[in-house]
Nanobody, 121 residues
Framework: QVQLVESGGGLVQAGGSLRLTCAASGRIGTINTMGWYRQAPGEPRELVAVIASGGSTNYGDSVKGRFTIHRDNAKNTMYLQMNSLKPEDTAVYYC???????????????WGQGTQVTVSS
């Protein structure tokens, strides 16, 4: 009843850019914190960036200065602009959001299905 769908992944050369989009849909009442995470093969999932409903942000150390997270609350959508991409940014990128369902107090974390980002050297 609540879905997160990522898009925008793909193959890019080192130094290039990609923009990921995460769209939330369904019985959405309130979207609290949203975030991007990534997981490379054989590695644990790690934080890329998070953004609160008011717009404050936090970034993982490895992406600071290169990635920018923002959100459009009117569209229930979050974006991740990734610049100066490196081969070590290669991973599956997941969006996540803490959402209260409409007309309920049911609040939980939701995850998208992931989108592959591959950076070639």
């Amino acid at each position: 009843q609540v879905q997160l769908v990522e898009s925008g992944g793909g193959l890019v050369q080192a130094g290039g850019s990609l923009r990921l989009t995460c769209a939330a849909s369904g019985r959405i009442g309130t979207i609290n914190t949203m975030g991007w995470y990534r997981q490379a093969p054989g590695e644990p999932r790690e934080l890329v960036a998070v953004i609160a409903s008011g717009g404050s942000t936090n970034y993982g150390d490895s992406v600071k200065g290169r990635f920018t997270i923002h959100r459009d609350n009117a569209k229930n959508t979050m974006y991740l602009q990734m610049n100066s991409l490196k081969p070590e940014d290669t991973a599956v990128y997941y969006c996540a959001a803490n959402i209260r369902k409409r007309l309920t107090t049911d609040t939980r974390d939701y995850w998208g299905q992931g989108t592959q980002v591959t950076v070639s050297s």
